[in-house]
């Protein structure tokens, strides 16, 4: 019972690895909301953002018309960061300006942006989407290509 007791407290002593994560984990994150602030909204932008890059990797293993491709889901990944870059810019400005303006228009942009990528992701899945936001969603993709070319 004691040599139990004592195996279950040693369990709970991290190693090595679980040290070096939380220490950079621990970095990152104070960097991070000393960059960029903390808030429901940044909150709600990051997890839309996890949302669809997943929605997109589901959406590329389900329709026969796409494929995985490790480019473009890097690109994905790149321009996330510059979102994020865009979000901590304009949180420098609002403590520059001594006021709460920009970021939450950033925030709330970029929101509605991930907000339209998720349902056009879960729309090339299968999923039916209601006829007016497929309408939408497809002038959004015309004015893609259209910009492409």
């Known amino acids: ?10 369990s709970l002593i991290p190693v090595q690895t679980e040290i070096e994560w939380g220490a950079t ?3 990152i994150g104070t960097i991070f909301t000393h960059l960029i602030g903390w ?4 909150e709600a932008l990051i997890v839309l953002m996890a949302i669809d890059y997943i929605t997109g990797i589901i959406a590329a293993c389900v329709n026969p ?13 790149c321009k996330k960061m510059c979102i994020l870059c865009l979000v901590a810019m304009s949180h420098e400005l ?4 001594g006021q709460v303006i920009t970021q939450p228009f950033v925030t709330w942009f ?5 907000g339209l990528s998720v349902i056009e992701n879960a729309g090339k899945a299968g999923l039916p989407i209601p006829k007016k936001l497929r309408n939408v969603l497809e002038q959004l993709a015309t004015e893609k290509e ?4």
């Not at 019972?1 to 040693?10: K, P, T």
């Not at 808030?39 to 940044?42: E, L, Y």
């Not at 018309?65 to 990944?77: A, H, I, P, T």
């Not at 259209?146 to 070319?149: A, F, G, S």
């Open 39 to 42: 808030d429901d909204t940044i």
């Open 25 to 27: 984990m621990s970095i």
């Open 65 to 77: 018309n796409l494929k995985l491709n490790s480019r473009k889901g890097f690109n994905g990944f």
């Open 1 to 10: 019972m004691m040599a139990a007791l004592i195996s279950w407290m040693r």
């Open 146 to 149: 259209d910009i492409k070319q």
């Open 110 to 114: 970029f929101l509605a942006n991930e």
């Open 94 to 97: 609002d403590r520059v300006m």
